[in-house]
């Protein structure tokens, strides 16, 4: 029993990092209509430079989390600014492909701006343990998951109460619209590239704290997409709670089936679940037109 309660808990803290690269996934999507295949490049940049902020400048924990924060809202604007604004009102296939070349690019950035080595991130915490009810449980994991939860109530009350959450649906709904209404859509694409590099930043910064930091890391976005098209490409509450279901799946499949068996049970059981429901459990069904 207890072996089955480090697991969840494991998993737990695993799938609340996929869920926040994963609602970084869906931000994009909900407010501009594109899937971004360079989030876990985004995601590894911005850990980089936390680590970078860290080892340079201060290592007090504060300064590394505003820093990474200012950081990656600085990268999503930029990237939006110079990379994805052109390609409005291009076809969605030349946008999604600029995405992928988009990412190739970051990730071989990490090679020339710093290396090739793993590094660990160290500010002082994270890496405690706490035990409860007999079961240690590093500090890092349960601020995480606290990280999700109160980042799914931010944004669920964002989208639902706020004019310029409301803007950001209109805008992904019919752009054209939109603009008719007085919607500035370039400002609403670059708040959302802002909102999701941040989002899906923390969850990096979050996964550097746990384990260890390296080029690898851009293959969080592989993991995390599963849990966007599980919890639907438009429901951003959807992606967060999918990354929780992606990584206990995961941990249970490896912990009672085999190392080897972790790799593909999270992607056999988005295939069970879009069979039934392909727009996702909490998707829409418009998003069968995309």
């Known amino acids: 029993m207890q072996y089955l309660i480090q697991l969840l808990i494991s998993g737990l803290a695993i799938g609340a990092i996929y869920g926040l690269i994963a609602m970084g996934f869906a931000v994009i999507y909900k407010s501009t209509g594109l ?6 490049e985004m995601t590894m940049i911005t850990a980089y430079i936390a680590w970078t902020i860290s080892t340079t400048v201060s290592g007090n924990v504060f300064v590394v989390a505003v820093g990474a924060i200012l950081a990656a809202v600085l990268l999503g604007l930029v990237i939006e600014r110079l ?18 070349g988009l990412a190739v690019i970051l990730r071989s950035a990490i090679n020339f701006i710093w290396d090739a080595y793993p590094h660990g991130l160290d500010v002082g915490m994270g890496r405690g343990i706490v035990h409860l009810g007999g079961i240690g449980v590093r500090t890092g994991q349960i601020a995480v998951i606290a990280t999700l939860l109160f980042l799914l109530a931010a944004i669920w009350a964002f989208f639902r109460y706020s004019k310029v959450g409301v803007a950001m649906r209109a ?30 930043g923390i969850g990096g910064v979050f996964f550097a704290l746990s384990y260890d930091l390296s080029p690898a890391m851009f293959q969080l976005g592989l993991k995390a997409f599963p849990a966007t098209i599980l919890g639907g490409l438009d429901a951003v509450l959807g992606s967060g709670l999918g990354g929780l279901l992606i990584g206990i799946t995961e941990n249970l499949a490896g912990g009672y089936l085999g190392s080897g068996m972790k790799e593909v049970a999270g992607f056999a059981m988005i295939i069970v679940v879009l069979m039934v429901r392909p727009f996702g459990i909490f998707g829409e069904r418009d998003i ?3």
């Open 35 to 40: 899937v971004n295949f360079a989030q876990g």
């Open 83 to 100: 990379v994805m604004r052109p390609m409005l009102g291009e076809p969605v296939f030349a946008t999604v492909m600029v995405t992928i």
């Open 171 to 200: 805008v992904a709904a019919d752009d054209r619209t939109a603009l008719l209404m007085g919607i500035s859509a370039t400002r609403v694409h670059a708040l959302a590239w802002a909102a999701s590099s941040v989002i899906a």
């Open 288 to 290: 069968e037109r995309v």
